[in-house]
């Protein structure tokens, strides 16, 4: 009786490049169906204004403007000074959705005559915003933001 030892080296070495070229491949095919959107299309143009806007919001701080959010209630409440009501108030208040653009919102600036504007959090899909509220009043811009985590309902 004969007995033969079998060489297994070229079958595991045939079979280790093989997982290694389908993992690669793999890897190859996640990688080109991964989205790449830009936070922001203009984001450049943004970053040229950054000096206006860190002044804005030093001004905003200092008159008392704020961002506030109530989970219970769902609610989110912009208030501006109501100093700034008497004049001529023109903005936005924009909520932001970091990791998808097609959900940000904007809405314009229209406080009550206590200075404050609420918005529901009802639509709006759950999880992280970004609140931003830009105003200008007497020739001076404001702007405040706040992080918000809106609950799954």
Not at 48 to 64: C, P, S, V, W
Not at 130 to 140: D, E, I, M, S
């Amino acid at each position: 009786m004969k007995t033969t030892n079998r060489n297994y080296w070229p079958l595991g070495i045939f079979i280790t490049f093989g997982l290694f070229f389908a993992g690669m491949a793999t890897v190859v095919g996640i990688a080109s169906t991964h989205r790449e959107d830009l936070v922001n299309q203009n984001y450049y143009e943004q970053e040229l204004k950054y000096q206006e806007h860190i002044d804005g919001a030093g001004r905003a701080q200092a008159a008392g403007a704020a961002i506030t959010s109530d989970a219970v209630t769902g609610k989110i409440i912009v208030a501006v000074p109501r100093a700034h009501l008497a004049q001529k108030l023109s903005g936005t208040v924009t909520f932001y959705r970091a990791n998808d653009p097609t959900l940000d919102r904007e809405f314009p600036l229209a406080p009550q005559a206590d200075g404050t504007q609420t918005f529901e959090t009802a639509k709006l899909t759950a999880g992280p915003w970004q609140v931003r509220a830009a105003w200008t009043a007497n020739g001076l811009s404001y702007f405040v933001e706040e992080k918000v985590v809106v609950a799954a309902k």
